[in-house]
């Protein structure tokens, strides 16, 4: 059980951040953090627990789904880049 945080930055620049909270290698928390925008703001809620339910190779599917359903517009960053940052995280 512990608090892991990593930072990458994104192609054109902006820098996205996770900090989870692991238990027997399996994400239980998940907090986005960075100069990234979304819209709607409070919708980060719905991304963040995304992360958390789905497995690294349905997590992509899943985010796509979330975004589009849900009208999430993402500025600075893409799905693809958060799933990458959810790998960094688990390795």
């Not at 100069?35 to 985010?63: C, G, M, N, S, T």
Request: proline content about 3%; some cysteine; overall charge negative.
């Amino acid at each position: 059980m512990a608090w892991i945080e990593k930072r990458m930055k994104v192609p054109d620049g902006k820098v996205v951040g996770l900090k989870a909270y692991l238990e027997a290698d399996r994400l239980v928390k998940a907090k986005l953090f960075g100069d990234f925008f979304l819209y709607p703001e409070e919708k980060i809620d719905l991304i963040e627990k995304a992360i958390v339910e789905y497995d690294v190779q349905d997590l992509p599917v899943a985010l796509n789904r979330v975004v589009k359903q849900e009208g999430i517009e993402l500025c600075g960053i893409t799905t693809e880049s958060l799933c990458l940052l959810v790998k960094q995280v688990l390795l």
